[in-house]
């Protein structure tokens, strides 16, 4: 009987601990938004890593997003791209910091960040990238306005 429940705990630690780990690389999972007539807003905390990655959708399903202002479009992994459905494009030629690659290009319907919502977004799909995150990209960003302070980004949507 006590070796069951020293395994129950020790399951139960590791449950708990994962969890807080969890929610230090990504404090945004469930980002508040505030919204008027005017705007929407969502602030962001930075992660343990110095990064912004927040979870959002992709056309009404999770997506984790890496904030990038140095990629051009929202990329998406392939593996992530084949789950969330999304199909390539015709093929391009992209610049990485590992040098140039083939991506494809795409279209995004919804991309969804709190109460933020963009339509239509350009997007590429990477075969090469391995990562487990959406780069962010000015594709996205360009269509919202972003202020750093100190440890937090706040992201605004202006609503005409």
């Known amino acids: 009987m006590m070796i069951l429940a020293c395994a129950v705990g020790m399951g139960l630690l590791t449950m708990f601990f994962a969890d807080v780990e969890d929610r230090q690389r990504n404090p945004n999972q469930l980002p508040v938004s505030h919204s008027s007539q005017a705007q929407h807003q969502v602030e962001l905390a930075r992660n343990r890593a110095g990064h912004y990655l927040v979870t959002g959708t992709i056309n009404r399903q999770p997506a ?3 904030l990038d202002t140095g ?4 990329v998406i992994p392939e593996i992530i791209a084949g789950s969330l459905n999304i199909s390539r494009g015709r093929p391009m030629r992209a610049m990485t910091a ?3 690659i083939t991506v494809y290009e795409t279209r995004l319907d919804e991309l969804s960040i709190g109460a933020i919502t ?9 075969p090469a990238m391995q ?6 990209g000015m ?7 972003f202020i750093q302070r100190g440890d937090s980004l706040t992201l605004t949507q202006y609503l005409e």
Do not use: M, Y
Not at 71 to 74: F, G, Q, S
Not at 139 to 145: F, V, Y
């Open 98 to 100: 590992n040098g140039p």
């Open 64 to 66: 984790e997003f890496l």
């Open 118 to 126: 963009l339509f239509d977004v350009r997007a590429s799909i990477n």
């Open 131 to 136: 990562a487990s995150q959406i780069l962010l």
């Open 71 to 74: 990629a051009t479009d929202v």
């Open 139 to 145: 594709s996205a960003l360009k269509q919202i306005e």
